[in-house]
C-alpha cells in the first residue's frame, strides 16, 4: 500500500508540475503559473522546470531520484557479524577492503565504525598484554 501511495504521490507532483510548465507555454508569468498549479517555487526552480518541459516534455519532470539503498542488507550484516567475531582483531579500514573484495561493496570506514557498534562488534586487541615487569 505504501508503494501505491508513493506511486499516486508521484504521479500528482509531475500532472502539478505539467500544468505549471503548460501555463508558462501559453505567456503566464512563472508567479501566476505557479499559483495556478497550487506550487510554492522560486523563480529559479520555475525556469528550471519550464526548461526540463521543453527540452523532454512530461518525462523530465518526474522526479528520478530513488533514495538510497541500504548497502548493508540483513545478509551483508550477518556476515559482517560472522567475519568480525571469526576475526575478533579486524580494524575498520581492513573490514572495507575485505567488503569491497567479498561484496564489491564500497563503505566508508566511518560508515563501518557505526553499523559495527550498532551491532555490538568491537574490535578486541589481542596482542598479548605487556609484561608489568618490562615497565621500569
Not at 500528482?12 to 505549471?20: A, Q
Not at 573490514?95 to 553499523?115: A, I, K, P, T
Request: aromatic fraction near 6%.
Amino acid at each position: 500500500m505504501e508503494e501505491s501511495q508513493s506511486s499516486s504521490n508521484k504521479a500528482k507532483k509531475v500532472e502539478t508540475k505539467l500544468k505549471f510548465a503548460s501555463t508558462m507555454e501559453t505567456g503566464s508569468s512563472w508567479q501566476q503559473a505557479a499559483q495556478a498549479a497550487g506550487l510554492q517555487i522560486s523563480r529559479a526552480t520555475a525556469y528550471r522546470y519550464l526548461k526540463s518541459f521543453q527540452v523532454g516534455g512530461a518525462k523530465a519532470l518526474q522526479d528520478g531520484r530513488q533514495g538510497h539503498p541500504a548497502k548493508l542488507k540483513v545478509e551483508v550484516q550477518s556476515w559482517l557479524s560472522d567475519y568480525c567475531h571469526a576475526n575478533p582483531e579486524v580494524t575498520s579500514p581492513q573490514l572495507q577492503s575485505v567488503l569491497e573484495l567479498e561484496w564489491g561493496l564500497r563503505v566508508s570506514v566511518s560508515r563501518l565504525n557505526e553499523v559495527r557498534e550498532k551491532l555490538g562488534l568491537t574490535r578486541q586487541n589481542l596482542a598479548p598484554a605487556s609484561d608489568p615487569k618490562k615497565r621500569k
